[in-house]
């Protein structure tokens, strides 16, 4: 039986010199900035938020309500995930059109008036050795209860993505290693974006406890 390597994940970041201090700005910064900006500020915020499961799970939908005050678009920007689209592109493309199309309703750029600038940053997630392999259903609940958090976030955030297999690695598993298809399923219909990845682990956890 094939085994189930976890893996966790680190994640190097880079300051790329670029800030909005309007929702204008933003916009336009968001349209030129490289790519693996955009999955800094979108896909990796629960990596860095382990956590905390807030209403705005992303740094621009943060930004836009908390330091611009403008939690109408804030809330807009925060219904953007990964698990609506295939590609960071495409996550780039739908969040200048929601900027757009809100900017086009108003007469008054909403700025940082008392608040702090966006700085954009640019990051890339680079795979560490936990050396925790499991070959049992049994051994793979005991692991997910104790596994460093970087590894749920590698396994699921990150495969679905970066890696364009567009399910997680646990659901994959599952399925393949261990015939358990319907478990990936549950696994797969989980709103990873409504918890914080200890609140994901939780809930993948009282999956796992309701199978045989």
């Given at each position: 039986?094939?085994?189930?390597?976890?893996?966790?994940?680190?994640?190097?970041?880079?300051?790329?010199?670029?800030?909005?201090?309007?929702?204008?700005?933003?916009?336009?910064?968001?349209?030129?900035?490289?790519?693996?900006?955009?999955?800094?500020?979108?896909?990796?915020?629960?990596?860095?938020?382990?956590?905390?499961?807030?209403?705005?799970?992303?740094?621009?939908?943060?930004?836009?309500?908390?330091?611009?005050?403008?939690?109408?678009?804030?809330?807009?920007?925060?219904?953007?995930?990964?698990?609506?689209?295939?590609?960071?592109?495409?996550?780039?493309?739908?969040?200048?059109?929601?900027?757009?199309?809100?900017?086009?309703?108003?007469?008054?750029?909403?700025?940082?008036?008392?608040?702090?600038?966006?700085?954009?940053?640019?990051?890339?997630?680079?795979?560490?050795?936990?050396?925790?392999?499991?070959?049992?259903?049994?051994e793979f609940?005991?692991?997910?209860?104790?596994?460093?958090?970087?590894?749920?976030?590698?396994?699921?955030?990150?495969?679905?993505?970066?890696?364009?297999?567009?399910?997680?690695?646990?659901?994959?598993?599952?399925?393949?290693?261990?015939?358990?298809?319907?478990?990936?399923?549950?696994?797969?219909?989980?709103?990873?974006?409504m918890y914080?990845?200890?609140?994901?682990?939780?809930?993948?956890?009282?999956?796992?406890?309701?199978?045989?």
């Open positions: 039986m094939d085994q189930f390597d976890f893996k966790g994940c680190i994640e190097i970041k880079e300051l790329l010199g670029k800030k909005a201090d309007d929702e204008l700005q933003l916009l336009e910064l968001i349209e030129e900035v490289p790519i693996d900006s955009i999955y800094y500020h979108t896909h990796s915020y629960f990596l860095r938020h382990p956590y905390i499961a807030g209403p705005y799970p992303n740094d621009f939908a943060n930004w836009v309500a908390i330091q611009v005050r403008d939690r109408v678009l804030g809330e807009k920007l925060a219904s953007v995930t990964s698990e609506q689209f295939k590609s960071l592109e495409e996550i780039r493309l739908e969040l200048a059109a929601i900027i757009d199309n809100h900017l086009s309703m108003i007469h008054i750029i909403p700025s940082v008036v008392y608040g702090q600038p966006f700085y954009f940053m640019k990051s890339r997630i680079i795979e560490v050795p936990t050396d925790v392999r499991v070959s049992t259903f049994r609940k005991e692991a997910l209860k104790t596994i460093d958090a970087s590894a749920i976030y590698n396994h699921i955030f990150e495969a679905r993505l970066r890696v364009r297999r567009g399910r997680s690695d646990f659901s994959i598993w599952l399925e393949e290693a261990l015939s358990k298809k319907e478990l990936a399923r549950k696994f797969e219909m989980v709103d990873s974006y914080s990845l200890e609140g994901l682990r939780n809930k993948l956890l009282e999956l796992c406890e309701g199978e045989a």
